[in-house]
C-alpha cells in the first residue's frame, strides 16, 4: 500500500476525516490518492460495500477542485438511481459544507429553480441520472460547453448496472459526446462492489479514450452469518391438502414475521408482486397479534415520498423497521446499521447476492447476515423435474460460487445494439438539428459501442428511417428529426433506453402512493405500498386512479418475468444434486429437502444424461445450460428439428428443463442434437425468413434485417450451447475472513 496521502487532502476534508475520528484512511482510498494525484489514469475501484468507495473517489478528486477551481462543472457523478442519488447528494453536502464547492443533482424530482441556478453558474459536483443526462445533451445542447468545459472528473457509482446493459452503452456514449461538444477530456473513476473480472471492466471504463485504467481491488476481510431455510407447499388438489397448504403459507410468513418485526431489517424479493404481498401478510400477522406495523415496501412503483419513508426508517428511525424490497435498495444507497437481510426466494444472480449480502454489516466489525427462505410448491404426481427444489438449488449454488470460489458473473458487451444505436442516432440529430449524411455517421459510429456496427448497415439503417419518416432528408441534402421521428423524441419517455411501461398514478385523496400498469375497474381491489386499495375512479386522460383503503385478499397488478441465470450457476446446481455435502448453513427443512432431491436424482438417473424418456412419447431435456443458452436450443428444437423428427410439443421451463413429445427416443433426439450444432454455423439460421426478434426498447424503428442479425449476435450462443453438452473442452470482491452458519 502507497504511503499516506493524509497531508495532501484539501484542508476541509482533514477536518472532516478529523470530525469522523477515523484512525486511518481505507486502503482504497490511500490508493485512489495515489492514482488520481500521481498518474493521469483512469481508475477502477472494485470493493466491497462500506469499504468507502465514494470517499476515495470524492477526497482527491474534491482535493483537486479546490486547489484550482473549475470554471464550469468540475466532476460530474452518474447514478443509476433517483435514490442513489439523493443519498449521495446529502453524504456529499456534508463534506462540502466548509470546502465551498457546490454540489447540484439532477433528475425528475428537483425543482427547476435549483437546475436554473446551475446553468446560471455552472461549478463543482453535478450528481445526474444518465435519462436527464441524455435530456440536457438533446434539448440543451448549447449550454453542454458552458457546463462541462472544465470537466475535470466522472465518477460512475455502480457501474457493474450499467455494464452489459443498454444503459451502459447509453453512458458511453453521452460521455464520449460530452468531450466532443465541450473540447474536454476528462478522468474517469468507476464503483463497484461486485467485479470480479476487472479487465473486461477495465476497457469498458476507458472505452473511447488513450488514457490507461488503474484497477484498486483491496481484499479485506469481513464475517458472514448465513442460513437457507426450505417450505414446502403441497398441491392443493382436494379440501384437506387445501387446509395443509393454507398451514403451510402461514408457518412461512410467521416466520418471516418473527425473524424480522423486533430488527431493522431488509427482505428482498425477486418481484414487486411478492413486496406487495409480503407486506400485506406481515401487517395483517402484526393486526392479529396486536403489535406495531413497522412494515414499508420499497420498489420502483412507490411513489419518492413513501420510499424515502421506508429509507428514513431504517437510517434514522429509533425502533424497528422492516422493508420489502427489490433491486431499488440492491444498490449503494447507506440505510445504516441494519441487523439483518432475508431474501425470499433466491437471488438469480452471484452479483445481485452480493449486493444483496452487503446492505448488512456495514458498521465496524458487524457481521453480514443473509437468511435465505426457499418456498416452493412440492407436488408428489407431479412430472420428475417438477419435483425438484429448483429455488434452493439455486440459492445454494449462489452461495458456493461466491463464498468458496469468489466467483461473480463476468460481463457481457453487446457486439449489436442497435436499439440504443437507433436511440443515440436521433439523439446526436435532435441535438445538431440537422446534420449531412456523413457528418452523422461519423459522430454515431465512432461511439465505443457502435464499433461493430458495419458503415453499409448504417447506410442501410438511415434509409429505412428515411423511408419510415423518422428522419427527413431536406432540400439543401441533409438529415432533420422526421414527424415519425418527432412523436418518439419528443417524448420525455425517450430519455430512458430500458423498457417502462405507462403507468397510472394512484391517489388516495390528494396523496399519490405510486403507480401500476394494469389498470382494474372501478369497484375493484388491488394492493400497493403494502395495502389494499379499492378503484373509485379511472382518470384515462390524466392517466390517474382514485382509490379508497379496502380489505380483503386480492392479487397484485405485476407480472415477474424472473431473470436470466448464467450456466455456471446452472451446472453448480447440478453438482450440489449431485454431491453429497451437507452445507452447514442449510436450516433442517432445507438439509431435508436437498437431501430427498439428491435420492430422487440417483435413483431416477436424472443427472446421467441430458435427454431422458418421460413416459409414453414424451421426453425430459435437461441441458444444465444458462439462460441465453436454453432459449438458443429451444429455438434449435423448434425451428430446426421439430417437423424433421415429428415433435408435436416442445414445452420450455427456462432455463432447467424441457419436456418434449413426438415418436423419437432419447438417443436419437441428443444425437440429432448435436448434429444439427455442428451443421450450424451462423445462429441466424434458428430464425424464420420473417422473423425479428426485438432485445431492446427500440428495436421496433430498426430495419428488420439488422434486427436480426443483432439478435443472432447477441440473443443467442450456438458456441456455449455446444460447450455445454459437451461437445467441446471445456475477482473485487467482499473476502470473508470469519463465516457462521445459522442464527440463534
Not at 457546490?102 to 428537483?110: A, L, Q, T
Not at 414487486?272 to 407486506?279: G, H, I, K, M
Not at 415520498?305 to 449503494?332: D, F, I, K, N, Q
Not at 442449510?586 to 413416459?615: T, W, Y
Amino acid at each position: 500500500m502507497s504511503a499516506n496521502p493524509f497531508s495532501r487532502l484539501a484542508p476541509f476534508i482533514q477536518e472532516f476525516i478529523y470530525k469522523k475520528r477515523w484512525d486511518t484512511l481505507r486502503e482504497a482510498q490511500v490508493e485512489a490518492c495515489r492514482v488520481l494525484f500521481d498518474t493521469p489514469n483512469h481508475l477502477l475501484i472494485a470493493s466491497g460495500t462500506a469499504s468507502g468507495k465514494t470517499e476515495a473517489a470524492f477526497f482527491p478528486a474534491l482535493t483537486g477542485l479546490y486547489n484550482e477551481p473549475s470554471s464550469s462543472v468540475g466532476i460530474l457523478y452518474i447514478g443509476p438511481l433517483k435514490a442513489l442519488i439523493n443519498d449521495q447528494f446529502e453524504r456529499i453536502t456534508d463534506l462540502l459544507k466548509e470546502g465551498q464547492v457546490p454540489v447540484w443533482h439532477w433528475h425528475g424530482d428537483v425543482s427547476q429553480a435549483e437546475k436554473t441556478k446551475l446553468m446560471q453558474k455552472p461549478s463543482g459536483v453535478l450528481q445526474i441520472t444518465p435519462e436527464s443526462l441524455e435530456g440536457l445533451l438533446m434539448n440543451r445542447p448549447n449550454a453542454i460547453p458552458a457546463l462541462f468545459q472544465d470537466l475535470r472528473y466522472v465518477i460512475i457509482d455502480e457501474v457493474h448496472a450499467f455494464m452489459g446493459a443498454d444503459r451502459g452503452i447509453q453512458v458511453l456514449s453521452q460521455l464520449t459526446r460530452i468531450e466532443r461538444m465541450a473540447s474536454c477530456s476528462p478522468r474517469r473513476i468507476g464503483l463497484s462492489a461486485t467485479l470480479s473480472d476487472y479487465e473486461t471492466a477495465a476497457g469498458w471504463l476507458g472505452a473511447g479514450t488513450k488514457n490507461a485504467v488503474e484497477v484498486i481491488a483491496p481484499q479485506g476481510g469481513r464475517k458472514l452469518r448465513l442460513s437457507v431455510e426450505h417450505f414446502s407447499f403441497p398441491d392443493a388438489r382436494d379440501e384437506k391438502q387445501a387446509e395443509q397448504l393454507e398451514l403451510a403459507r402461514k408457518a412461512y410468513y410467521d416466520f418471516v414475521y418473527d425473524n424480522t418485526h423486533l430488527k431493522k431489517a431488509l427482505v428482498f424479493t425477486n418481484s414487486r408482486s411478492d413486496a406487495e404481498l409480503t407486506t400485506l401478510e406481515l401487517r395483517r400477522i402484526a393486526a392479529k397479534r396486536e403489535q406495531r406495523d413497522v412494515f414499508h415496501v420499497h420498489h420502483g412503483s412507490i411513489s419518492a415520498m413513501l420510499r424515502e419513508e421506508a429509507e428514513a426508517a431504517l437510517r434514522e428511525g429509533p425502533g424497528p423497521a422492516v422493508a420489502a424490497a427489490t433491486l431499488t435498495l440492491e444498490l449503494g444507497i447507506d440505510l445504516g446499521e441494519l441487523e439483518r437481510v432475508i431474501q425470499l426466494g433466491a437471488p438469480y444472480s452471484c452479483s445481485s447476492f452480493v449486493q444483496r449480502l452487503g446492505r448488512s454489516g456495514r458498521r465496524g466489525d458487524q457481521a453480514s447476515e443473509m437468511m435465505f427462505l426457499c418456498p416452493e410448491d412440492e407436488d408428489e404426481e407431479a412430472m420428475l423435474p417438477a419435483r425438484m427444489p429448483w429455488m434452493l438449488l439455486r440459492a445454494i449454488a449462489v452461495i458456493e460460487l461466491y463464498i468458496r470460489e469468489k466467483w461473480v458473473e463476468p460481463l457481457a458487451l453487446r457486439k449489436k445494439p442497435v436499439g440504443v444505436l437507433y436511440h443515440q442516432t436521433m439523439s446526436t440529430l435532435k441535438s445538431m438539428g440537422e446534420a449531412e449524411p456523413p457528418d452523422l455517421a461519423r459522430a454515431v459510429l465512432t461511439l465505443p459501442a457502435f464499433r461493430g456496427i458495419e458503415p453499409e448497415e448504417y447506410k442501410e439503417f438511415l434509409q429505412y428511417l428515411l423511408q419510415t419518416d423518422h428522419i427527413q432528408r431536406t432540400e439543401e441534402g441533409s438529415l432533420i428529426i422526421g414527424l415519425g421521428g418527432e412523436k418518439i423524441v419528443n417524448n420525455y419517455r425517450f430519455y430512458a433506453v430500458f423498457k417502462d411501461d405507462e403507468e397510472h398514478v394512484v391517489y388516495n385523496g390528494s396523496e399519490e402512493i405510486g403507480s401500476i400498469t394494469t389498470v382494474p375497474p372501478p369497484g375493484y381491489c388491488f394492493s400497493l405500498a403494502g395495502k389494499l386499495w379499492k378503484v373509485e375512479e379511472v382518470d384515462t386522460k390524466h392517466k390517474a386512479l382514485y382509490v379508497k383503503s379496502a380489505k380483503g385478499k386480492v392479487d397484485t397488478l405485476w407480472l415477474g418475468a424472473g431473470g436470466d441465470v448464467h450456466t455456471r450457476v446452472v451446472q453448480k446446481m447440478r453438482e450440489v444434486l449431485a454431491d453429497s455435502a451437507i452445507y452447514p448453513y442449510l436450516a433442517p427443512g432445507a438439509v431435508n429437502r436437498l437431501e430427498r432431491a439428491r435420492r430422487l436424482a440417483r435413483e431416477s438417473g436424472l443427472l446421467k444424461q441430458v435427454v431422458i424418456p418421460a413416459g409414453g412419447d414424451s421426453l425430459f431435456i435437461l441441458p444444465w445450460a444458462g439462460s441465453k443458452q436454453f432459449r438458443t436450443l429451444e429455438r434449435l428444437l423448434k425451428h430446426n428439428l421439430s417437423e424433421r423428427l415429428a415433435l408435436r410439443s416442445i414445452v420450455p421451463m427456462e432455463p432447467y428443463y424441457m419436456v418434449v413429445a413426438g415418436k423419437v427416443d432419447n438417443k436419437t433426439l441428443m444425437e440429432e442434437i448435436k448434429k444439427e450444432l455442428m451443421d450450424c454455423e451462423d445462429a441466424g439460421a434458428l430464425l424464420d425468413p420473417d422473423e425479428a426478434p426485438y432485445l431492446g426498447k427500440y428495436d421496433e424503428f430498426v430495419p428488420p434485417k439488422l434486427v436480426r442479425t443483432a439478435f443472432a449476435a447477441d440473443g443467442l450462443d450456438l458456441e456455449g450451447l455446444a460447450e455445454v453438452l459437451g461437445m467441446k473442452p471445456d475477482g473485487a470482491l467482499v473476502y470473508y475472513s470469519h463465516i457462521e452458519f445459522g442464527f440463534k
